[in-house]
């Protein structure tokens, strides 16, 4: 069963007269494991299929299963528990809290998720160790470079221990030494057996992922497997 299943799924945009097309006809499907590229120019769509595939947004018409389960049939609450369970989100700008610790910062997603201090606690140095910023859970992201900030962030978004991690645009604020060394851990995550899914514009991005999807006017365009480039 594959992790992500899209099948003719559409997302149009009335506004007054104007009928948009954000997505028109895509059907995807994704494996456990896999670390798949979208790429595609400004306005084609990338944005809307992964607030699709993050559960963020629904389609106005096709179908979506995560994990096998129809998302069109949940309820807003069972999404947002979905969504809270399954996928840990990305973004190019970090969205860190300022003047909060590393350890804090990874530690937020269990608060909202009930868990204990203690609990929460292990788990997010378990989580900072493993994108190797063990040494710096004390940090505000203030006293980290970039390219560690956006560890902090993929610390925070494999804690709850995510099926899948979505990251638009991960490397778009990093030089490019930084951007090896997030590809090379968004790398080792896919062979432990999470599945990522990036949004970039950049082909030596894609390059690092074992699939890389094109889109255009809201189509998939081209959809290949590919040898990725080690990080
Ligand atoms: P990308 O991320 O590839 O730049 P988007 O998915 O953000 O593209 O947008 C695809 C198309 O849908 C664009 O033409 C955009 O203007 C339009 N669009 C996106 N969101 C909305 C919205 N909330 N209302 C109306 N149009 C939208
Ligand atoms: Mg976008």
Redesign the pocket.
Known sequence: MPLIEIQDVTKV?R?GDNV?N?LDGVSLSIEEGELVAIM??????????MNLIGCLDRPTSGKYLLAGKDVGKMGVNEQAEARNRLIGFVFQNFNLLARTSAQENVELPLVYQGIGGRDRKRRAISALTRVGLGERLDHTPAQLSGGQQQRVAIARAIVGEPKLILADEPTGALDSKTTVEVMRLLQDLGKTGITVVI?THEPEVGAYANRLIV?RD?KIIEDKHQEPVAA
């Open positions: 945009y506004m948009l954000a595609g120019a400004s306005g084609s769509g990338k944005s809307t299929l949004v889109v809201g």
